[in-house]
């Protein structure tokens, strides 16, 4: 699987989140709207868009599999480091 064309809106941290990400896999498929938050230990990790109808909560898109979880985060990751040490409300922070 190949993730291509990562783009980082970083945002002022807000309870986490730190920036929305968007990717897109194998040249054909563009994803959006991937939030990236830092937890608590310091890490980070990606959450992915839901539509809640009525009383439910429907995932838009996900990775279905460790394997393209971790290459969407790998990229994604990868990406902020450029980003996030440009942009003042990341700067000297060692988030990614």
Do not use: Q, W
């Amino acid at each position: 699987m190949r993730v291509s064309e990562i783009h980082i809106t970083p945002v002022k941290p807000n309870n986490g989140l730190v920036g929305i990400a968007s990717v897109v896999i194998d040249g054909n498929i563009y994803l959006n709207s991937i939030a990236i938050y830092t937890k608590l230990d310091g890490s980070h990790r990606l959450l992915y868009p839901k539509k809640i109808v009525g009383s439910n909560s429907l995932g838009l898109f996900y990775p279905i599999n460790r394997i393209a979880s971790k290459a969407i985060e790998d990229a994604v990751f990868k990406k902020c480091n450029e980003v996030f040490s440009n942009d003042r409300h990341h700067k000297n922070k060692n988030t990614f």
